[in-house]
Structures are given as C-alpha cells and as structure tokens.
C-alpha cells in the first residue's frame, strides 16, 4: 500500500524523500517476505526442503535475509542524514538532496551490503533448523566455537544496528538543536515587530519535527537493544568454558520478535505520521465503495 500511494506522487513530497521512502518501504516488505513468510515455509515443509541441501538455499535465504535488514536499517540513517542536510546545511542542500543523489545513496549501498553479507553463505551449512526457534540455518561446527567468526559477528552488530543508532542520534540532536535556535530566534523577530504573542504555524511544524525525530530514535533504540544484547550474549557463551547460563529463550525470541518490528515500523513512522498520506490511504479505502455505488447507479 505505502510503495502504491508513493509511487502516485500525491503525497506532496520531492522526489528525493520518494526515493528514500520507496527504498526503505521496499526493504521492509523483503524483511517481512524472506523472514516471517520464507523462513517458516521450511518448518512446515520440512520433508520436501530436505532436498534442497546440496544447491545451498538456506545459505542463499541466509545472505538476502541479512543484506535486507542491514538495508532496512541504513536506508533509515540514509534518510535521516537528507533531512538534517535540508534543515541544518543549506549550502549542501542543493548539491546533496536530489533524486540522483539519493538514487546512488540507496545503490551503493544495497552494493555494498550485498556483498558483505555473502560472508554468511559461508558460515552456515545447507540445512535448515527444524525447530519452532528464530534461526535459520545450521551453523558449521568449525564456525560455532571459532573466535574468526564470532569477531565476523560482533562486527556485524556493531555495524547493524550499533552504528546507525550513533549516526541517527547524532543528526537527530542536530537537528532539533538547530530547530530550537530557528525558533527562538523567530520568536525573537516576531516579538519585536509586533509586539505581542502570536501564534506561528512554522515553529508549530518545527516542534512537531522534533517529536517525529525523537519518536525514530527511542523506536529504533528500543526494539534493536534486546535483540542484540541477546545475540551476543549468545555468542559470549559459546566462546567460554565456562558453565554459564544461556539466556531464557523467551528473552531471545522476544528480542527476535522486537528487532523484526523494527523492520517493520520505519516508513510507518516517516509516511503515516504525514497528512497527505492519511489522506491517500482515505481515498484508497472509499474507493472501491464509491465506484460500487456509481456502478449500481
């Protein structure tokens, strides 16, 4: 529905947004197909998958599945940055927010994590789990308890989503540092020319800004943390001698379930919080009504 009313273009939106919401839209629909739709599909047909060992599908499930999220993720920090640029930089403005900037924003970097993830095609046998569990393929025994690999994976959490949380807090702060100082300032030049206190509709945009841009944070902070504190505890426990305690898997797959909802949510919090778009999805809805009701006629 979201890549349907985008691509109409009623939305008020430069096509530079559009770019950057389809892209994030698109990735957030592969997440959902090749993790809650693919994934259980060999659980359920476990006999017939059986066969499919030897050409490596999990494997193949496994490197589009991780490339997906990461693109998910830094599509978000992507959009992000455009909107600082709009807001706080408006020397680079012109030069940076463009629809070919943003075309090869989304393309280098669905390059990029294309090819970084290929690493876990190497890392997992052909098989899939046959277990009610949030995992997917069968870990080779050598890549179970090598510290290689489990450095491989520390530095994939770091990069996804510990690095991106950095980078959207960051030009989130300076965005809304940058707001604040417009609007007192703005405060300030009103007040002076007319003396008295008025509503100003642009400060009332910019305050809503800010709370949109502390909603992607805390949204992203909070759905990405457990999953990744579980995660690596995980791994922790795999590299030691120690006997100690494995996490509940309750916590486990309720980070799973979180992390996932975080996939899920991030054009709904850019797109649905816009008027325009309530007002497209509106449409979409009395539309199949309102041409019942001219066909009866």
Known sequence: MTLVILYRGKCNLSKCITR?????????????????????????????????????????HAVLLYATTD?????????????????????????HCTERTAALVIGALT???????????????GRYIFMRVPWLCVMKYSALF????????????????????ILILVFNALTVRHILVTIRTRKR?????????????????????IVLLFLIS??????????VVSSMHSR???????????????????GFMLQLLSCCTNTF????TQRKFREEIKNGVKYPITSLKWTMY
Not at 71 to 95: N, P
Not at 189 to 197: D, M, Y
Not at 269 to 272: E, G, L, R, S
Request: proline share 4%.
């Open 20 to 60: 950057y919401l389809v892209a994030m839209a698109s990735a957030d629909l592969m997440v959902i197909i090749l993790d809650l739709i693919l994934k259980h599909i060999p659980i359920v047909f476990y006999k017939t998958f059986e066969g499919f060992r030897d050409i490596g599908m999990c494997n193949i």
């Open 71 to 95: 693109c998910s993720v830094w599509f978000t920090v992507a959009f992000t940055f455009d909107r600082f640029v709009v807001i706080c930089c408006q020397k680079l403005k012109t030069k």
């Open 111 to 125: 390059a990029l994590f294309c090819a970084k993830n290929t690493l876990w095609y190497f890392q997992f046998t």
């Open 146 to 165: 090598s510290p290689v690999w489990a450095a491989i994976e520390f530095l994939h959490y770091v990069l996804t989503p510990c690095i991106p949380f």
């Open 189 to 209: 030049l009103r007040h002076q020319v007319t003396r008295e206190r008025q509503n100003d509709p642009e400060a009332k945009s910019r305050k809503q800004s």
């Open 218 to 227: 805390g949204n992203f902070l909070v759905l990405w943390s457990l999953f």
């Open 236 to 254: 922790i426990i795999l590299l030691e001698t120690t006997s100690d305690e494995e996490m509940s898997p309750i916590v486990k797959e309720l």
């Open 269 to 272: 919090v850019y797109a649905v």
